[in-house]
């Protein structure tokens, strides 16, 4: 009987601690460890930009372009673009979380642990970590490779470097395999991130700029030995050779999510964070349609190799030079890969050990140079063992998985988080249905995958159907708040379709990805059982972000609002309707090369995209702008003790806080100079009295009150006109 009672208890204790999640604290301040100890925030745009670049092309540029190329022939540019946009679509859920908790590190699982539950949140920790551990020592493995390549060039050492030191000995029994190299350039890029952040980055500048400069070389040396007849015929094997080809070119834009793990070392992380991943992502589309069009312009693709498709292009037309060139990319490519991974795990690490469901020895941080010096140090072990002692190649096939798995969950987050949670039993109908979106994508990729005859292909209009109805239901029977900072478009449609396209990629894998998603989720929930739940700390104040939303006070002065200023204004009807008309007429082109061959001419798909991708990416470049533009002020008239107010709202008195305040006030408000920019003095104040400023999302009046400076902070988005009307007549 006690038994029988003690499991009960067990049972009810585990349900409990597995399904609270991270309470929202109503500060963005920045937060500091429980030891007073935190990161240092010395991160710009321009450094997230070439973070989240050294993390997504490494050597795949120059390989993989070439191997789908093979099966897709030119339409592998149609691939990239596909992989392209789906990736952008994830990144802009990544943009608009990381905007929304500006101030952390933990990424996906952060979102995951506030938005569902603390055992969600550690399942997606796990399915991460383990793509990180055995994809940092598979890339340690092939930079050796790469490096010792480079050596073999030298006549005296060519055929003379024994194969452990650099390529890997002989397997033993099947998984054991020496290399004395990548250990030790393991050791190298570790000591330099446990040096601190400020070094590390300029190694990453360093190494993605040559990168960069090499694949725009070869674009460009390329360009001049492209044959147009090459390209014809444009996809030799039909359409849907390209949309595999963009199954396998997904995975070569994977690793834009980097950034949002640097959010606590991030000078303005509310602006700076969707900047860094999503304008890493665009570049690394450019460079890879590039890379494309040359391969395929230069060598008919079928002639293409399979080791090094590209180095073989230009070995071919007698440019030996530009080869040896592609192998300082290559080598260029993976220490970025290698240094950002290290770099992004130890920041996952710290997360977890700040909340208890790891040791609380991951959560120290260097007092001098501000870095997890514990965790990285692990995350170097770990690293080193696989590389230095097995095959981790032969384990490629079941990698992805958490990637996957990550941007699924956070694509969920972005709906969950701006669901109104008043009626529980919305929220549940919700859940139900991006589950069933989620099962209706791996059932289109099973029918996908093993189909091979007309009726089979005609099915897979019913899961795309149910979808569909699923996702009407998520638009029409949800009420959605605007999130502060910046804003994922089209929410919940962009959501569900990445979820929709990422559990349809995660169908595509090795059924033995399959096996490990199961056997390490299960792993996982017993490590979780016995240890996590009985250390963790959701409420720990080291990780409690969240940036409330606030109200947008409009000044009768001030100026128009773009709904007014589109009253009237012709461009706008005009500029829509030549959106519409340039889609139609790219879907009718690429609708006649897929179906009527006979009519259809090699230069239809082409065009089809030039007249599909241009309007969207011109809507896409003005939401950019219009969500990372400079904030313009306009000088007010004075105005004593009252805020300006919205159409319709009373206005709302002032409540000054500066100076005079408590001194924690003061720090706080010191603090976030450095998340959001704004202009503080050295009090702790605004500057420029008498100007407008405006943080995604958030405005900011300061007047002159007898003599000294105050703040108008405005309501928050989530109070209704009648709460803010009568807290507004009370006051008054």
């Known amino acids: 009987m006690s038994e029988s009672s003690s499991f009960s208890s067990f049972l009810s204790q585990f349900s409990s601690s597995a399904l609270r999640t991270k309470p929202l604290g ?42 789908v190329a093979r099966d897709a022939g030119p339409g592998v540019t149609i691939s990239f673009l596909l992989a392209g946009a789906s990736c952008v679509l994830n990144a802009l859920c990544y943009a608009e979380l990381a905007s929304r908790f500006p101030a952390v590190v933990g990424g996906a699982y ?65 998984f054991l395999s020496i290399n004395i190299l990548a250990p030790i350039l393991l050791v190298i890029l570790t000591l330099i991130l446990c040096r601190g952040v400020g070094e590390s980055t300029l190694v990453n500048t360093i190494m993605t700029i040559t990168k960069v400069i090499i694949v725009l070389v070869v674009i460009i040396v390329g360009s001049f030995e492209v044959d147009g007849s090459n390209w014809s015929p444009f996809a030799p094997n039909g359409f849907k050779s390209m949309l595999t080809g963009a199954t396998v070119a997904f995975f070569a834009y994977v690793g834009f999510d980097a950034v949002a793990n640097s959010a606590e070392e991030s000078k303005r992380p509310q602006r700076d964070l969707p900047i860094g991943i999503i304008g890493s992502l665009l570049v690394c589309v450019a460079l890879y349609f590039g890379v494309c069009l040359v391969i395929t312009g230069m060598v008919p693709y079928n002639l293409l190799g399979e080791d090094a498709p590209l180095a073989e292009a230009f070995k071919s037309k007698g440019l030996n ?12 490519g993976l220490t970025t890969t290698l240094l950002v ?7 996952l690490y710290l997360g977890l050990g700040r909340d208890g469901l790891l040791p609380a020895i991951f959560a120290k941080v260097h007092p001098s140079r501000h870095t997890p010096i514990y965790s ?135 059924y033995e990805a399959w096996v490990r998603f199961v056997v390490l989720s299960i792993v996982a929930v017993f490590v979780y059982a016995f240890y996590g739940q009985y250390n963790a700390n959701p409420a720990s104040d080291s990780t409690i972000y969240y940036h409330r939303a606030s109200e947008v006070w409009k000044s009768e002065q001030d100026i128009k609002t773009m709904e007014d200023a589109r009253d009237g204004d012709l461009r706008v009807p005009l500029i829509s309707s030549l959106f519409f008309v340039l889609v139609f007429a790219g879907g009718a082109f690429l609708t006649c090369y897929v179906f009527a ?23 896409l470049l003005t939401y950019l702008y219009t969500c990372f533009k400079g904030c313009c002020s306009k000088e007010l008239p004075y105005t004593h003790n009252h805020a300006f107010s919205r159409r319709g709202v009373p206005s709302h008195p002032v409540t000054p806080r500066c100076s005079a305040v408590s001194n924690q006030t003061t720090k706080a408000m010191s603090r976030s100079q450095s998340m959001d920019g704004s202009p503080h003095d050295e009090a702790g104040c605004l500057n420029n009295v008498g100007s407008r400023h405006v943080h995604f999302g958030e405005e900011v009046l300061v007047v002159e009150s007898d003599g000294s400076k105050v703040i108008h902070e405005m309501e928050s988005w989530t109070n209704s006109t009648k709460s803010t009307q009568t807290s507004s007549s009370n006051a008054s």
């Open 597 to 619: 061959p006979n009519i259809s001419q090699p230069w239809f798909p082409g065009l089809a995209l030039i007249l599909i991708g241009s309007p969207w990416v011109f809507w």
């Open 341 to 347: 991974g290290l770099y992004v795990q130890s920041r």
């Open 321 to 332: 030079f530009v080869s040896i060139l592609i192998s300082i990319g290559a080598i260029a």
């Open 110 to 174: 952060l979102y995951t642990y506030t938005a569902f539950n603390e055992l969600t949140a550690f399942l997606v920790f796990t399915q991460m970590m383990l793509d990180y551990h055995i994809g940092a020592a598979s890339i340690a493995r092939s930079l050796a490779s790469y490096i010792i390549n480079i050596f073999e060039l030298i006549p005296s050492f060519k055929d003379n470097i024994p194969n452990w030191i650099g390529h890997g000995s002989d397997d033993i029994f099947g």
């Open 376 to 510: 990285q140090i692990w995350v170097g072990i770990v690293a080193c063992v696989l590389a230095g002692l097995l095959n981790v190649t032969v384990l490629s096939h079941i990698l992805s998985v958490g990637s996957l798995a990550g941007y699924s969950v956070v694509a969920a987050c972005v709906m969950t988080l701006r669901w109104d949670n008043s009626q529980v039993s919305k929220r549940m109908e919700g859940i139900t249905c991006i589950t069933v979106i989620a099962c209706c994508g791996f059932v289109a990729g099973i029918l996908y995958r093993y189909s091979s005859s007309t009726l089979a292909n005609i099915f897979l209009i019913l899961p795309i159907a149910v979808a569909i109805f699923a996702a009407a239901d998520l638009q029409f029977r949800q009420v959605y708040r605007d999130p502060p900072g910046f804003s994922c478009p089209w929410v919940p449609t962009v959501p569900a379709v990445c979820i929709f396209f990422n559990i349809f990629l995660f169908a595509q894998l090795h």
């Open 26 to 67: 109503k500060s963005s301040d920045v937060v500091r460890s429980n030891t007073g100890e935190g990161l240092v925030r010395r991160l710009g745009p321009f450094d997230l930009i070439l973070l989240g670049i050294g993390a997504s092309i490494g050597a795949g540029i120059f390989v993989v372009t070439g191997t």
